[in-house]
């Protein structure tokens, strides 16, 4: 049974930094690509940042320049790095792995930014 577990989430003031991490247990054949998105009460879950197998990267915009995501693909866990945290980054994170036509979600974790 494939299971993703987060972790690193938290309370922090504007500007501070977090570190989420999420290790995926379990067989999991073919990983291209893993992800972190996030999650306001009301909206739609958005994509955060990915990187695939190669280790190419992609962000939205609002966190270019602030986020870095990585992984290590012998612990099959990816990482999220955020720096210089807005209040509007708060929202609960979810890491995603994607292997070939499926896609596993962790539980979430929640990042809150006091101002």
């Known amino acids: 049974q494939v299971q993703l577990v987060e972790s690193g989430g938290g309370l922090v003031q504007a500007g501070g930094s977090l570190r989420l991490s999420c290790a995926a247990s379990g067989i999991i054949f073919n990983i291209n690509s893993m992800a972190w998105y996030r999650q306001v009460p009301g909206n739609q879950r958005e994509l955060v940042a990915s990187?695939?197998?190669?280790?190419?990267?992609n962000y939205v915009d609002s966190v270019k320049g602030r986020f870095t995501i990585s992984r290590d693909n012998a612990k099959n866990t990816v990482y999220l790095q955020m720096n210089s945290l807005k209040p509007e980054d708060t929202a609960v994170y979810f890491c995603k792995v994607s292997a070939g036509p499926l896609g596993y979600w962790g539980q979430g974790t929640q990042v809150t930014v006091s101002s």
């Open positions: 990187i695939t197998t190669t280790g190419r990267t």
